[in-house]
């Protein structure tokens, strides 16, 4: 049986891994959106936001970090209580599938009410859902 420590420590480096490669792709997406762009749909403009004072770029990674630091125990936290560290052979199809999606989605949960009290969300509209 495989200590459930390893598999914290791998869930630490995919969510790492998944943080910094959200970090790359980001800024990378609305030009392909904007007017001209490759992916650009005439209708819509009429779905989007406001637009914010977000100029394509991200603060650096360190200033992002705490989004990493608080996803991360809550993300174990949420697989450990639905049972996701469970011997594979005791869960289902339907439960990995429920941990896998719910885990990291609550742990987003975690952050999501800090950017609206702080107001800190120029940047969030674009990083979460990648992230």
Not at 57 to 64: E, G, I
Not at 67 to 83: N, Q, R, S
């Amino acid at each position: 049986m495989i200590p459930r420590r390893f598999f914290w420590l791998f869930d630490v480096f995919i969510l790492s891994a998944a943080f910094f490669l959200a970090y790359f792709i980001v800024p990378r997406i609305p030009p392909l959106f904007l007017a001209g762009g490759p992916l650009h749909i005439s209708w819509l403009k009429i779905l989007s936001l406001p637009p914010a004072e977000w100029v394509g770029t991200l603060p650096h990674y360190s200033y992002l970090l705490w989004i990493l630091l608080t996803t991360i125990p809550a993300t174990i936290m949420v697989m450990e209580i639905l049972g996701g560290y469970r011997p594979l052979f005791e869960q289902s199809r339907t439960r990995i599938l429920i941990n896998s999606l719910a885990s990291p989605t609550i742990g987003l949960g975690f952050i999501a009410p800090v950017l609206i009290v702080f107001k800190k969300h120029q940047y969030g509209a674009g990083f979460f859902p990648f992230y």
